[in-house]
């Protein structure tokens, strides 16, 4: 619906083929079909990321040589593709030099062999399986930690040197190891995205809210981005350069992509926006936008009050429209300070999942589901028709008044993604999936979204609390928990699936 402020950062994806040097004058043609199908491999990869194919590697003076070439490209992630045997000394080099993650490729070009016509070399062009052990065995022992895909190949065509067919691209085993191997590349592309991003911190915590608080050299070195600290004076000198103009055009933004609200049918302090608050809302939301591009910001927490009737106290009040427009344009925004919930709604954004600010809000027992959302801003993206604009005459729990966002999530998977610290000071990713269903809900100015998991409600609760989570967590749409997997284990923290 937006186009990104800033793009994302693709992962940079190393690849290579390992087979035995013996073997190729043994058999002909046997280096060339193999080298033919790592080039297959790094055809797919290129699809997602930006790939770095060293070729075949068949020996430990190779070896090295590759562990070298990779660092060399800064790579975040590493496929041994296992094309045929090769002694275990010629892949395990690479990875005591080059420390990016190792996933290892057993990818056969074929759904079987033509047993009555297969030599020795055709054989040999489909036996990856046979040394993944051995590379397994070494790099358990040297301490490197490592994960395979299995499945097919998926060509699309035959090579004329095969006696067999190799044809496996609707295969439902080629089908779920390309899956695989794409949400690795995914999770490669949020580590790089992250090492690369700038995190707007503006004003301070919620007061009292002890989960939120978290050192910001923590999050730095846990998770790569860099914490800019912001003073609602960063915000206020671009308030005093927004045009009428400017106004004018995002008025027109905000109209194009919300419903603007009448009065709620059963709450007094949830009004149709009056002009004057829609008007200061859209100034607020250019000055916002103008701080994110100026400060090259990919993300915002933030939270501040002040003295009733101060400048900045007015400034607050007209936050969260247009955090739900930069929201919405790739620049997660979340409040209270949350700067781990921002976190993960941004990988949830950078897999364009979405990624909406929510904690539970009430349990129905008659439908066994679960209300979350919050107040404050939403993911337009991931959206059940338009989102509503409501006039506050009070921000609950909060000082000041302003224009809130109302809405649901699609029905339809969706999973939730928290980013919580524990006692250690690690962090660590709680997710869960579930199914959003149609179901009415608050007209209070709040997102809302009735979710069923597969534990009822008091169960599922039972799990969540016990991981001692950040009471917000991000919304996403689909079913995300292997690869939220996949990028907790690429990031080096914790993750817990319930």
């Avoid at 397994?136 to 998926?154: E, H, P, Q």
């Avoid at 439908?367 to 107040?375: E, K, S």
């Avoid at 009822?456 to 917000?472: G, L, R, V």
């Amino acid at each position: 619906m937006f186009e990104k402020i800033k793009p994302i950062k693709k992962a940079r994806v190393g690849l290579y083929s390992v087979g035995l040097k013996a073997y190729w004058d043994q058999f002909k043609g046997l280096r060339e079909r193999l080298i033919n199908y790592g080039k297959f491999i790094e055809m797919r990869l290129s699809e997602w990321g930006e790939v770095f194919n060293f070729g075949l590697v068949d020996d430990e003076i190779s070896a090295r040589a590759a562990g070298e070439w990779f660092n060399t490209k800064n790579i975040d992630i590493i496929f041994c593709h296992s094309a045929t045997y090769s002694t275990s000394s010629s892949v395990l080099p690479i990875h005591q030099i080059c420390k990016a993650p190792v996933v290892i490729l057993n990818l056969q070009p074929t759904v079987k062999m033509n047993y009555a016509k297969t030599s020795t070399g055709e054989w040999l062009a489909h036996c990856g399986a046979c040394p993944v052990p051995e590379f397994t065995n070494a790099f358990n022992r040297a301490g490197i930690k490592y994960k395979i895909v299995n499945g097919l190949l998926g060509m699309d065509k035959t090579p004329e040197i095969s006696v067999t067919d190799e044809n496996t691209a609707e295969r439902e085993e080629a089908v779920y190891a390309w899956k695989e191997i794409k949400e690795w590349v995914q999770a490669a592309t949020v580590k790089r995205t992250l090492q690369h991003s700038r995190f707007g911190f503006l004003g301070n915590y919620y007061s009292g809210m002890l989960d939120m608080y978290s050192d910001f050299t923590m999050a730095q070195a846990q998770m790569g981005i860099h914490v800019e600290i912001l003073e609602m004076d960063d915000l206020n000198k671009f308030l005093h350069t927004v045009s009428v103009q400017e106004v004018k055009t995002k008025m027109e933004e905000v109209q194009e992509f919300f419903e603007i609200s009448g009065d709620s049918p059963s709450d007094p302090i949830a009004r149709k926006p009056s002009p004057e608050q829609l008007e200061w809302s859209c100034k607020v939301a250019v000055a916002q936008e103008k701080m994110i591009r100026e400060y090259d910001l990919d993300a915002l927490a933030y939270y501040y009050h002040g003295v009733e009737g101060s400048e900045y106290e007015e400034l607050q009040s007209g936050f969260i429209v247009g955090h739900s427009l930069l929201t919405a344009k790739g620049i997660p925004c979340a409040g209270e300070g949350d700067l781990k919930t921002a976190l993960a709604m941004k990988i949830c954004d950078v897999l364009d999942k979405g990624g909406s600010f929510s904690e539970i809000v009430a349990i129905d027992y008659e439908r066994g589901t679960i209300l979350m959302g919050h107040d404050g801003p939403f993911h337009i993206a991931i959206s059940d028709g338009k989102p509503i604009l409501r006039g506050m005459e009070l921000y609950h729990g909060k000082k000041g008044s302003g224009v809130s966002v109302e809405a649901k999530v699609k029905p339809g998977p969706v999973t939730t993604l928290g980013v919580t610290q524990t006692g250690d000071g690690k962090m660590k990713m709680i997710i869960s999936q579930g199914e959003a269903i149609k179901a009415p809900i608050l007209m209070i100015g709040n997102t809302q979204t009735h979710i069923k998991f597969n534990d009822p409600p008091e169960k599922y609760m039972d799990k969540w609390f016990e991981e001692a989570p950040t009471h917000h967590f991000a919304m996403s749409i689909g079913h995300n928990a292997t690869l939220f997997e996949k990028v907790a284990y690429v990031l080096g923290v914790n993750k817990v699936i319930i």
